[in-house]
């Protein structure tokens, strides 16, 4: 491990300060829950502190181009005969991209939630799940190895569960909470019985060794690492609200909205994701598992997106889109275009994070007309509301800027990622025709997005209003402390898709590198020369890139190429040659050369 | 320190904690028979066995401090029928800290429920040195001595009501099916005698490899025999049916006390027995395994159905007896290891939730229901919190010492290539969810049902720290259990089999071949 510098021994403070506001605000919901300022002070002041942390410790990993994730060991937490699983925490550039965006959408989350949660008699006890929401999430995506990330899985999926149940006064309500941890528990299964298989074949836990022993320990493609595989996808589908087991998301929207926005839009559900992406090695090694994955995607990605069409409730129009778009990015991960589909989870957690924020802003003025009006009407209903623009000018706005993100027109940020993910798909399909058939239903689903988005900006926005004369006079804006986290998206939502061009999130340039398909050499004459190189490529290297000089991009070699002085560290491997050949461009130079191995694209 | 124990001094050394704790009940006897009018008189007889349950787990930690062991005796001598070891000292603490934890849950729970039966705290202390006769037994007739001296207690204990018609049945039933259990027990001991001419655990593992009665039709049918007695009284499928009814008729500190340290001694002796003198006997690891997995399927299954927290707790625990034959199955050290962790964590969150539970009810906490601990967070805020840290560690969540015990227990599993195993807890463990969360659900996501719901409920202060030692323990289990894990690996890891024979007729004391057929 090289010497912590610059600011990365910061990096504890990350998850632990969320954790310290978990604390204090849970003392102070037992003791004085009316305390408002002293919450929200602590509340968001964590989340900003920690975000600040969050970006001085990735410009100092960034600043060090480490060669190999930066594993930071902090105590023995379970030491089992010759397996040893410490509480370690990881940073790589896959983390490093996570904990960017989850600190940065929490802080702005819990901002607005000052303002939206304003009058909520639970608003201590709000705050205190917030927080330990984003701690359980930040040790998700930091965590060094299976079981620690494990405790930020079943994290989540607890907060997750109080927060969805926290208005009790329905008991509706409590039914969707345990309907989410129930059919999470399902997923968990998959996830524990992966993590022994793991364990069984590889005898560690870590990532590192994991990753370094899988391509030996696991034969590609044999039964064993695809029902290991398969087992982690059902995790996924679990976490992630994928088919089959998707159902619980859209009852979870019976939560406060700002926690729809962190919980079941930005953050959580995206640990699927992450996990196939963390992963990547071991569902590289089999094909079938890989296209599983994507096929399970875009099934749900066109799926959902059917559903939203006919949604009256503004949220669960929210809700079936964030299915359909996580859909989309294990599309992006099956497909091996890893970049492209965490680039997706990106963006969508800028756009996504805004719509439902929006919609929050929507239904707190409803919500205030009715009330005022003593009306009993649904103020979620999208039949209720129209003409809304007039009332609420900054929210239509900037919910326009997120419905054109989401429907993937040009400059705004959705259409590079998913653009990226449908190419990559085709791209594969032009060997394999399954893949054009997911190619058509990403396609298919985006213009179902484009539809359903839109007509539920018309319903709410324009048009005639449908709130009711009464209630017209309440309409009104709400207070800055929500619509300053939305315009901040807004700026977001239009303008993410400019992180995937430079390197800094090993965007664009590490993508070519990385993406499997387009490495393949043409001239393979074995089998099915795409799935060999494909295969071969992360599978250490045996069969694929056999001739690659030519078809691979520049700087990554075959074994026999590798010069001695290479910086990656098992020797059979297909690896990027020393600096120099790729100096050209230094930000690339740390994604090319790097760690170029088995964490494969995200640790280079 | 080494200790002859064939001389009495060294003896009396390696008994010192039995002989304090069989000294104290003594005197707490001769206390309570002049002195059993009041509610002072309760509370008298409440320290003097609380002091004395410290003392003993002091004489333990002296044992356990200057490594005492016994010393190696020649073979003409009769070996000795009580081990010295780590495995008998953890052992012994785990009933010893479960019993002082169920005197402070009892002290205000007597006198609430207008029980005023000294006699209580004696057959506590009774039970409690036939469950540590039980964990140091190193001869089957020790053990069955133990157990008798533990269940005919226990028996007592969950009938002490006599006001309730159901705790009488639920003595009854654990009465019958304990004799019937028994009988098992003695009739497994007799063919096991039959087949190896011995009862020392020793002797009949070094007796079953010189001989090689690994096949041995009445050596397999004794621990089959075996195995049923035990399994009765850990509540293992298909040998459960008497735990939902006796569990819920008792007085709750009562079955919290019989779902923990009855069971953990239970598990202890079977350990033992199958660890010192069934190892070389393969059949018992099928066995068990089966008995794992109908025990953990079934027990979670049918606790789905249950609406009253009493039952629930009650098939939870058979659930639980499950998981802990896992780590019996899987026979290795880390097994070993994983047992004994498990068996601590599994003693904090039962008893913790039992002790809330019994706060919870009044006289019939048969009747709480788990909708009835809706809103328990607004009022009793700490209460929830404990009972939600307990419910998720029995849960297995992470953090907890449920998870992590749970997680030595699939390590182990798999290590020792019982994937199938595994899965299969993870599974149970996930239908587990399915009934303790809707506690979790109750208390903090439905309003009360109406003002004052909870206005009753009393833990009083010594059972709000046997609590809150549970809790606290719980969770720092749950993040650091580094400590713990030594203990439980040194301690596990004194119970093996016997090395077998060396040179002829050096380990083979007793009698020629008899068995064999």
């Not at chain 1, 100092?60 to 994730?69: D, K, M, S, Y």
């Not at chain 2, 009041?38 to 007889?45: F, G, N």
């Not at chain 2, 006390?257 to 690891?285: I, N, S």
Request: aromatic content about 12%; hydrophobic content about 55%; charged content about 10%.
């Amino acid at each position: 491990m090289p010497p912590p510098g610059f600011r990365l021994d910061l990096l504890w403070a990350v998850p632990a300060l969320p954790l310290l506001g978990f604390v204090g605000n849970g003392m102070l919901a037992l003791t004085r829950p009316k305390a408002k300022t002293a919450v929200s002070i602590i509340g968001v002041g964590v989340l900003v502190l920690s975000f600040a942390a969050a970006v001085a410790a990735v410009a100092g990993f960034v600043r060090l181009h480490p060669a190999a994730p930066l594993v930071f060991r902090y105590w023995e937490w379970m030491p089992v005969g010759d397996l040893r699983v410490d509480y370690a925490l990881e940073l790589d550039y896959l983390s490093a991209v996570m904990i960017l965006v989850v600190t940065g959408v929490s802080a702005l989350i819990h901002v607005f939630s000052v303002g939206y949660m304003g009058e909520d008699p639970g608003y201590a006890r709000y705050f205190a799940y917030l927080n330990l929401f984003v701690f359980f999430m930040l040790t998700l995506v930091l965590g060094s190895s299976f079981p620690v990330m494990f405790v930020g899985w079943e994290g989540v999926g607890l907060c997750s569960y109080l927060l969805i149940g926290f208005w009790f006064n329905e008991k509706i309500n409590a039914d969707a909470g345990l309907k989410a941890f129930v059919v999470n528990r399902i997923g968990d299964f998959g996830f524990l019985v992966a993590m022994f298989l793991i364990f069984r074949h590889t005898g560690s836990l870590d990532f590192d060794a994991v990753f370094a022993q899988a391509p030996t320990a696991f034969t590609a493609g044999d039964a064993a690492i695809t029902a290991t595989t398969l087992l982690l996808l059902l995790g996924c589908t679990g976490k992630s609200a994928q088919i089959p087991l998707y159902t619980w998301l859209p009852d979870a929207m019976q939560g406060p909205t700002p926690v729809s926005a962190l919980i079941h839009a930005a953050t959580m559900v995206t640990a699927g994701v992450y996990l196939v992406a963390r992963c990547n090695v071991l569902f590289a090694l089999s094909p079938l598992s890989s296209a599983t994955v994507a096929g399970v995607g875009a099934l749900t990605a066109l799926f959902a997106a059917t559903i939203a069409l006919k949604q009256w409730d503004i949220k669960r129009v929210l809700a079936y889109s964030t299915i359909s778009q996580l859909g989309y990015m294990f599309l992006g991960v099956g497909t091996g275009a890893y970049a492209a589909g965490l680039f997706h989870l990106v963006t969508h957690a800028f756009f996504k994070a805004l719509l439902f924020l929006g919609s929050g802003s929507v239904i707190h003025a409803m919500h205030h007309a009715y009330h005022a009006t003593h009306s009993h009407e649904d103020a979620q209903d999208l039949r209720n509301m129209g003409g809304l623009r007039h009332h609420l000018p900054w929210t239509a706005g900037l919910m326009w800027i997120a419905t054109l993100a989401i429907a993937g027109i040009p400059p705004f940020s959705g259409f590079f990622s998913k653009d990226e993910i449908l190419g990559a798909a085709f791209a594969r399909g032009t060997a394999e025709p399954i893949w054009l058939a997911y190619w058509v239903m990403g396609i298919a689903a985006a213009l179902l997005t484009a539809f359903y988005m839109t007509r539920l900006m018309l319903y709410a926005f324009h048009g005639p209003n449908r709130t009711g004369e009464a209630e017209r006079a309440h309409l009104h804006e709400a207070p800055w402390s929500m619509t300053g986290p939305l315009a901040v998206l807004g700026l977001l939502s239009f303008a993410g898709g400019v992180i995937n061009v430079p390197a800094l999130f090993g965007g664009h340039a590490f993508f070519r590198c990385s993406g499997r398909w387009r490495c393949r050499p043409e001239s393979n004459g074995r089998s099915s020369s795409l799935r060999c190189s494909w295969r071969g490529w992360a599978s250490s290297g045996r069969c694929g890139c056999s001739s690659p000089r030519r078809s691979c991009p520049r700087g990554w070699h075959p074994r026999s190429g590798a010069s001695p002085e290479s910086s990656g560290r098992s020797g059979t491997w297909t690896r990027c040659t020393t600096r120099s050949s790729c100096s050209r461009s230094s930000g690339s130079r740390a994604r090319c050369c790097g760690r170029r191995s088995m964490r494969g694209s995200w640790t280079a | 320190m080494s200790l002859d124990l064939s001389n009495y001094r060294d003896l009396a050394l390696a008994l010192l904690p039995e002989l304090v704790l069989t000294l104290a009940a003594v005197v707490l006897l001769l206390v309570v028979a002049w002195r059993h009018q009041t509610r002072a008189d309760l509370r008298v007889a409440a320290w003097v066995a609380w002091w004395g349950l410290v003392a003993a787990a002091v004489a333990v930690w002296w044992l356990w401090w200057n490594t005492a062991r016994a010393a190696v005796i020649p073979p003409p001598v009769h070996p000795p029928m009580i081990a010295v070891d780590d495995f008998r000292f953890v052992a012994d603490w785990l009933v010893l800290g479960t019993a002082a934890l169920t005197v402070f849950v009892s002290f205000d729970y007597l006198e609430r429920e207008s029980l005023l039966v000294p006699e209580y705290y004696v057959l506590l202390l009774f039970a409690t040195l036939g469950m540590m006769l039980m964990a140091g037994g190193e001869d089957l007739m020790m053990i069955f001595l133990g157990l008798e001296l533990m269940s005919v207690a226990v028996y007592v204990l969950a009938g002490i009501n006599r006001r309730s018609a159901p705790a009488a049945e639920a003595a009854l039933k654990y009465f019958l099916l304990g004799a019937f259990a028994s009988g098992f027990l003695l009739y497994g001991i007799a063919l096991a005698y039959g087949a190896t001419a011995a009862t020392n655990l020793t002797l009949i593992g070094v007796q079953v490899t010189t001989l090689g009665l690994q096949k041995s039709t009445m050596l397999l049918i004794g621990l089959g025999l075996l195995l049923v007695g035990f399994g009765f009284k850990v509540a293992a499928v298909p040998f459960h049916m008497w735990a939902p009814d006796v569990y819920d008729g008792s007085p709750t500190p009562v079955t919290g006390y019989m779902a923990t340290a009855v069971k953990a001694a239970a598990f202890a002796a079977l350990f033992r027995v199958l660890g010192e003198a069934f190892g070389a006997v393969p059949a018992w690891r099928e066995i068990v395994w089966w008995l794992a997995v109908i025990t953990m399927l079934v027990g979670n299954v049918v606790a789905l159905a249950q609406r009253t927290l009493k039952r629930m707790l009650a098939y939870s625990s058979v659930a639980h007896a499950g998981y802990v034959l896992v780590a019996v199955a899987a026979g290795t050290p880390a097994g070993a290891a994983a047992f004994v962790f498990y068996l601590v964590a599994y003693t904090f969150m039962t008893l913790a939730a039992f002790a809330l539970l019994a706060a919870k009810g009044r006289d019939g906490e048969r009747d709480v229901r788990i909708d009835d601990l809706a809103g328990l967070a607004q009022r009793r805020p700490w209460l929830a919190f404990a009972l939600a840290v307990c419910m998720l560690s029995l849960l297995g969540f992470p953090g907890t010492a449920g998870f992590i015990g749970k997680w030595y227990i699939l390590v182990a599993a798999t290590q020792s290539g019982q994937v199938p195993l595994a899965a299969i807890l993870v599974l149970a463990s996930v239908i587990s969810a399915g009934y303790y969360l809707p506690v979790i659900m109750a208390m903090y996501m439905k309003p009360e049902p109406f003002e004052q719901a909870h206005g009753g409920m009393r833990l009083g202060p010594l059972g709000s720290i046997a609590v809150a030692v549970s809790v606290a323990g719980l969770l720092f289990f749950g993040v650091r259990p580094n400590r713990l894990l030594d203990l439980a690996r040194t301690s596990g890891a004194a119970v093996r089999p016997a090395p077998a024979a060396t040179s002829g007729g050096g380990a083979r004391p007793t009698a020629p071949k008899l068995a064999g057929n």
